[in-house]
Every structure is written in C-alpha cells, then in structure tokens.
T-cell receptor, first 113, second 113 residues
Framework: AQSVTQLDSQVPVFEEAPVELRCNYSSSVSVYLFWYVQYPNQGLQLLLKYLSGSTLVKGINGFEAEFNKSQTSFHLRKPSVHISDTAEYFCAVWDTGRRALTFGSGTRLQVQP | DGGITQSPKYLFRKEGQNVTLSCEQNLNHDAMYWYRQDPGQGLRLIYYSQIVNDFQKGDIAEGYSVSREKKESFPLTVTSAQKNPTAFYLC????????????FGPGTRLLVL
C-alpha cells in the first residue's frame, strides 16, 4: 500500500517569513499527491494536487508544491506566511487499490507575529 | 449550495451505548468515506463505499459499522465494542475516479461521558 511521511509535526515560523512543509511518499509507478489544510475544529480543504505534467503545482492562498520523483518528495512552500495560515497541513496520496486517500500524520504550522 | 453536511457537531456517548453519526452529500458523488482523527495521528480510514449498497473496511473498522442505502447518505455507527471512541470524525465524498479530489464535511466530535 502507498504511504506518505510528514517529517515535521510542528513548524513555528514568523509572519512574512518563507516556509516549507516536507512530505515524502512511498515509490510507485504512478502517483497522485495532495495537500490539504485544516483550520481548528473544521473539515479539510484542498490546497493543491499533483496528477501529472508540470512538477511545480500552484494552489490556493499562495501555496505551491514541487513533485520530485528522484527524491520521492512533494514539499509544500509559501514565500511569505500570514497569521491566518496557522493551521494543520496534511499530505495525502491516492491509494489505487482502495481508491481512497491515505494521509500523513500532519504538520502544525504556527505563524507568530 | 452543494456540499457535505455532518451532524451533530458534538456527540456524547455513555458507556455501552451505540451512537450514529450522520453524513449527507448533495454533490452526486458515488464514493463516500469515514475517517477518524486523533492528535498526532493524522486521518485514519474507517470505512469507505464506492457505490450504493456496497462498502469496505478501512484500516480501523473494528467497533464501527456503516450502511449505504442511498447515494447521498453514509451514516457511521460507533458501537459499544469501540473502547476508545473519543475522536474527531470526518466524512468525505468524491467521484471515486483516480486522482479526484475528496471533499470533506465539517466533522463531528465524539466525547465519552
């Protein structure tokens, strides 16, 4: 079964600083990768996804992610964060066998003034 | 306004009691999913259904049951056999096609009295 690993459980960062949230996936012939955001006590909202084509994927709220096949990574980046970006971020991979998403353990982004 | 609704927002369970969490979608999606969220563990798949009248166990199905009698509804019952039910429960739906986005409801928080 496919899986994803999020290497950091918490990432503190100052407002207007850049941030990178790391995600590595288990290797597969074809892979579909997703990043979701969750604000406190809410459901998940899609930030962006990679299906094929360009390895740099742009999403909502100024986020982008780069698919790197050789390093089996799909790191999420934002050049300048805001207080409102404080949330939990989940990386996920499409499991072709179950036709469902498998999620990583999440990274809590804490933006400080 | 299309989306996924979950009710109730908070649910309290007494010892030995079965409780049912509601999930309804009006997105005309074939596939529906239930996830359990615990701090630091990400989202774990409980049950999923790709089509009406059919469903499969996920990674942590023990102590839970589901039904899928209608396309738009996928209720989850937490039985008395689930010894540690306190968690945030998230319902999602998608077309079920490879790489398609899963859309999430707002979640139900289950607490044990």
């Amino acid at each position: 079964a496919q899986s994803v690993t999020q290497l950091d459980s918490q990432v503190p960062v100052f407002e207007e600083a850049p941030v990178e949230l790391r995600c590595n996936y288990s290797s597969s012939v074809s892979v579909y990768l997703f990043w979701y955001v969750q604000y406190p006590n809410q459901g998940l909202q899609l930030l962006l996804k990679y299906l094929s084509g360009s390895t740099l994927v742009k999403g909502i709220n100024g986020f982008e992610a780069e698919f790197n096949k050789s390093q089996t990574s799909f790191h999420l980046r934002k050049p300048s964060v805001h207080i409102s970006d404080t949330a939990e971020y989940f990386c996920a991979v499409w499991d072709t066998g179950r036709r469902a998403l498998t999620f990583g353990s999440g990274t809590r982004l804490q933006v400080q003034p | 306004d299309g989306g996924i609704t979950q009710s109730p927002k908070y649910l309290f369970r007494k010892e030995g009691q079965n409780v049912t969490l509601s999930c309804e979608q009006n997105l005309n999606h074939d596939a529906m999913y239930w996830y359990r969220q615990d701090p630091g563990q990400g989202l774990r798949l409980i049950y999923y259904s790709q089509i009406v009248n059919d469903f499969q166990k996920g990674d942590i199905a023990e102590g839970y049951s589901v039904s899928r009698e209608k396309k738009e509804s996928f209720p989850l019952t937490v039985t008395s056999a689930q010894k540690n039910p306190t968690a945030f429960y998230l319902c999602a739906s998608s077309t079920g096609h490879r790489g398609e986005t899963q859309y999430f409801g707002p979640g139900t928080r289950l607490l044990v009295l």
